[in-house]
């Protein structure tokens, strides 16, 4: 199994909808999570962060279910302008315990439209 | 605030040929990655570096070598470029468990 599992999608939604993207992770000892944005031929931002609680920020809601090891990204009232690659992030410990390992997701492809 | 830095943004390297991709980070962190992005594969894990002086192996490493040069700055090198090393490459810093992003060099080996 895959440190990060992503769907790659397309998810072509039209402008206003609300869609929900997941990211399966494997080591279930991992504490935090994150999703980054990617626009095309740019480089990664960070979108938000998700710890136990979830975090909501807008129109954007990640949340955590560590029984079935899976993090969630649902974007409400989607616009034009939400159109991208949306990336799942893992953290692990890096080797000889030193920093951290990030893991990324292949990314879901996220297209909004008219 | 320049954040993450990479040189060159572009090149074309023939077959064999080497290069050393530069990054620099201008906000102290501690950790610092090299990873490179295909069409349909996400982003893989070549190299990362926890801090100054240490360096560890990712997903993808062979091919490549890496420095951590000091705290600022991390290189990637390509010995003997191959087709198969033609990607975007990103450099990324972190301090906690976010990542800032270079902008990425295209590379392409013919």
């Known amino acids: 199994r895959k440190e990060v599992e992503q769907d790659p999608g397309p998810f072509n939604v039209p402008e206003g909808a609300t869609v929900a993207f997941n990211c399966t992770y494997s080591?279930?000892?991992?504490?935090?999570f994150f999703w980054y944005r990617q626009d095309c031929r740019k480089e990664p931002k960070l979108l938000m962060s998700v710890y136990s609680s979830g975090n909501e920020d807008g129109r954007f809601t990640a949340q955590l279910n560590r029984a079935s090891q899976y993090i969630s990204l649902l974007i409400r009232d989607s616009k034009l302008s939400d159109s991208a690659t949306y990336l799942c992030?893992?953290?692990?410990?890096?080797?000889?315990?030193?920093?951290?390992?990030?893991?990324f997701g292949t990314g879901t492809q996220l297209k909004v439209e008219l | 605030n320049a954040g993450v830095t990479q040189t060159p943004k572009f090149q074309v390297l023939k077959t064999g040929q080497s290069m050393t991709l530069q990054c620099a980070q201008d906000m102290n962190h501690n950790s610092m990655y090299w990873y490179r992005q295909d069409p349909g594969m996400g982003l893989r894990l070549i190299y990362y570096?926890?801090?100054?002086?240490?360096?560890d192996k990712g997903e993808v490493p062979n091919g490549y070598n890496v420095s951590r040069l000091n705290k600022r700055e991390f290189s990637l090198r390509l010995e003997s470029a191959a087709p198969s090393q033609t990607s975007v490459y990103f450099c990324?810093?972190?301090?906690?468990?976010?990542?800032?992003f270079g902008q990425g060099t295209r590379l392409t080996v013919v």
């Open positions: 080591n279930s000892a991992s504490q935090s």
């Open positions: 570096s926890a801090s100054e002086g240490t360096t």
């Open positions: 990324a810093s972190s301090e906690a468990l976010d990542a800032f």
């Open positions: 992030v893992v953290p692990t410990r890096g080797a000889r315990g030193g920093g951290n390992k990030l893991t």
